[in-house]
């Protein structure tokens, strides 16, 4: 079973991806924070992260950082409310394999992560 985190400060963001991925079969991990976030990674390994750019405290960029730090293999795709181009550039960059802009369809994200595990196997 595919392991999926879904990192975001918004408690609804994380409650729709939750409930919508672990119908879609995936076990489901959630941060509200980057020290969260990066406890879990660690911990759990998950396969993929889900990751808001825009987060209190250590932001989307530091945290994705972070995550290829310690865990290089595990794929992270970028959240964002903000059409920050050099940021996403930089997320890219980074090695996040790509990004979401909020308010997103949730079709395209389980497809790109259909997709993304399907490529990965």
Known sequence: ??????????????????EILQKDGYKMYQAANGV???TIVEKDEPD???LDMKIPGMDGLEILR?????????QVIMMTAY????????AMNLG???HFAKPFDIDDVRQVIRENFEIAQ
Do not use: C, F, S
């Not at 079973?1 to 939750?18: A, E, F, P, S």
């Not at 059409?83 to 930089?90: A, Q, S």
């Open 36 to 38: 969260q976030a990066l």
């Open 1 to 18: 079973m595919k392991k999926i985190l879904v990192v975001d400060d918004q408690y609804g963001i994380r409650v729709l991806l939750n």
């Open 96 to 98: 996040a394999i790509t």
């Open 66 to 74: 972070r995550i290829k730090e310690i865990k290089p293999h595990v």
């Open 48 to 50: 993929l992260v889900l």
């Open 83 to 90: 059409g920050e181009l050099n940021m996403i550039n930089e």
